[in-house]
């Protein structure tokens, strides 16, 4: 990983980061070779100064009048964010969402490589899906030794979340991606991210009230 500048970087600085990524990766697909960071805000919906400032807190990229290399920039905002490497996950809750996720060929294509599923219904266990045998829970700690296993995805029914978080927690993972509809509690060590999609649909909800509102 590259040396930051500041130990501090906004969370929101982070999230734009992944944003240039995908945008760069689709101008690279489409043959784009060089980009400046007006066009490249314009594509990612921001300003030209911002991309310049998130950019700065990584190091210097890019040749005044010229842009940036195309290549270069995804593979320095990669080694920035910590995903150029192999990062193992182990998926707890093997209901519609996580047969959806499990199916989802892109989080191995960008580097998250869901290795386990795991599951504490016995009419699940054993069952093979998308290439991988359902797990009991209770195994998990093994298979994270056995695997490699950082990254621990809960998509259990929201009241079995903490018991899941608890499982990882003892296993030894140090990051959890939470889409369940519950908050969990784990030691200050793990790091917890939550994808709620009514947060963002009571936003979407609220911008288009309020846009209703203001056309009257």
Sequence with gaps: MLSLKSERIPRATIRRLAV???????MQRNGVEVISSGPLAEACDVNASQVRKDLAYFG????????????SLIAAIK???????????????VGNLGRALLHHAEFKARGFNIV???????FKIGEQVYGLEVTCTSDLKSAVDAKGIEIGIITT?????????????????????NFAGARIHVPEKVVVEYVDFFHYLYALAFSITGSEHRSK
């Design 157 to 177: 029914p929201p009241e079995r979340a903490q018991r899941a978080a608890d499982h990882l927690v003892e296993a030894g993972v140090c990051g959890i991606l």
């Design 20 to 26: 240039y990524v995908q945008v760069l990766e689709s």
């Design 116 to 122: 386990g599923a795991f599951d504490c219904d016995p």
């Design 79 to 93: 080694a920035s964010l910590g995903v150029d490497r192999e990062w193992r996950a182990a998926l707890i809750g």
């Design 60 to 71: 210097e990229f890019g040749v005044r009048g010229v842009g940036y290399n195309v290549a």
